[in-house]
């Protein structure tokens, strides 16, 4: 069963303190997050399309965090939610909408054609977008550093996916999915740490998951004929549970509780792993290859991100 973020323990947990559980947990949830790409490639070779993988994937999602949410008040240990102001309502309408619908619509048409291992490092550049957003909406301001970090990043990915294109790891029209992905993520993550303060992390994450999980559904009825949902293969029902599962709703509940014992700067820099655990799977399970160049990309964007998360 998934931990509780709201409440972490002070005392030991399976041997380990609070803040060691806290760095555990936000590993896991990093390494989670990180199988996505690669169960989302096993699926596609079994013939289903962007649109109707994500939508079992969101629908499985929504109801292991049906199953959850019953547990917890047959338990009694659900506490009584508080309303929702109407402005929060419409903020989530459109947050739930860019950042697990749109986003992970781009994401899912972009790997049809793009590599695990570049789609991957390329989602890892949001921090930076959320920077320039910041600045954009908020007048953040952006330090010389930054702007060395930020062009150091972007370099890095210049290097990695030069030789992709020319690899056959990616396409131009792929990679714009992508970046698609990665700025309406970006714009998600600028955009609700107001509504996350007033409502919480984990009502925020399941309100946004269901508003998605609406959308996708509503697209899927729309343009595709909804017997196709219920025939396709079972290894695609097993992927799309998985990738529910394993790096959707499992990982959400495991960041929430490492933020509620090492905060949400150690949480990410532990998370920071993410990308490098996604290319070691696509090698080993998807027979994909990086160059030593590529490699040398990488290790430029881990860090040009790292001195953004650090600011």
Known sequence: MPPSPSSP???????????QLGLVLAF????????????????YRHGVDAVTLLTLRLGFALALIGAWRLVR???????????VSRSDLGLLLLLGLLGYYLASLFDFIGLVT?????????????????VLLSALFFRTPVTRRMIGALLLTYAGIAVVIGPGLAGAHAD????AWIVASTVAFALYLTFSPGVIKRIGSMRFTEAALTVSGAAMLIQYVLTRPLPL??????????????????????PIWMMAAA??????????????????????????????SLSPLQ?????????????????
């Open 229 to 250: 949902l219920f025939s396709q293969p079972w290894p695609v029902y097993g992927y799309a549970l998985i990738t529910a599962l394993v790096a959707t709703v499992l």
């Open 9 to 19: 323990s002070g005392t030991a947990t399976f041997g380990l303190s609070p803040q």
């Open 295 to 311: 490699w040398l990309g990488v290790a430029v964007v881990m860090a040009g991100v790292s001195l953004i998360g650090k600011r």
């Open 28 to 43: 896991l949830s990093a390494t989670g997050f990180a199988t996505k790409a690669v169960f989302v490639k096993l699926a």
């Open 73 to 83: 008040q047959a338990r009694g240990v659900a506490a009584p939610a508080t309303p």
């Open 114 to 130: 793009v590599s695990a291992s570049i789609e991957r490092l390329v989602l890892y550049l949001y921090p930076t977008l959320t």
């Open 259 to 288: 933020m509620a014992r090492i905060g949400a700067g150690r949480a990410a820099i532990a998370g920071s792993i993410g990308p490098v655990i996604t290319i070691i799977l696509s090698l080993g399970i998807l027979d994909e």
């Open 172 to 175: 131009l029209a792929g990679l």
